[in-house]
Nanobody
Framework: QVQLQESGPGLVKPSQTLSLTCTVS??????????WSWIRQPPGKGLEWMGA???????YYNPSLKSRTSISRDTSKNQFTLQLSSVTPEDTAVYYC????????????????WGQGTQVTVSS
């Protein structure tokens, strides 16, 4: 059974870089045709797909966040990481990682695997 677990700081100061890691167990992030995404949900709003890294290592980003977002992976640890720079309070959200054969879709049902989510608050 594939499981995803997000980890990282729960509080980030404005203008800093938010860094989160998703650890995948029970399966490999290099499995053919699988894409590993970051999705977030600000308070009172819907899900927003942020970006993804493919089984091949290729990356894809939401155009609205592309200038501030970087996704990388460590295949030896079976992890992928999100970095979001120059954060503001508007980046406060629950951040999820998900895995599936698609990407770019802001819906839980589009993913085969889904983490429990981690709250990140941007505040001084």
């Amino acid at each position: 059974q594939v499981q995803l677990q997000e980890s990282g700081p729960g509080l980030v100061k404005p203008s800093q870089t938010l860094s989160l890691t998703c650890t995948v167990s029970g399966g490999s992030i290099t499995t053919n045709d699988y894409y590993w995404s970051w999705i977030r949900q600000p308070p009172g709003k819907g899900l927003e797909w942020m970006g993804a890294i493919a089984y091949s290592g290729s990356t894809y980003y939401n155009p609205s966040l592309k200038s501030r977002t970087s996704i990388s992976r460590d295949t030896s640890k079976n992890q992928f990481t999100l970095q979001l720079s120059s954060v503001t309070p508007e980046d406060t959200a629950v951040y999820y990682c998900g895995g599936g054969t698609g990407w770019g879709i802001p819906s839980r049902r589009a993913y085969d695997y889904w983490g429990q989510g981690t709250q990140v608050t941007v505040s001084s």
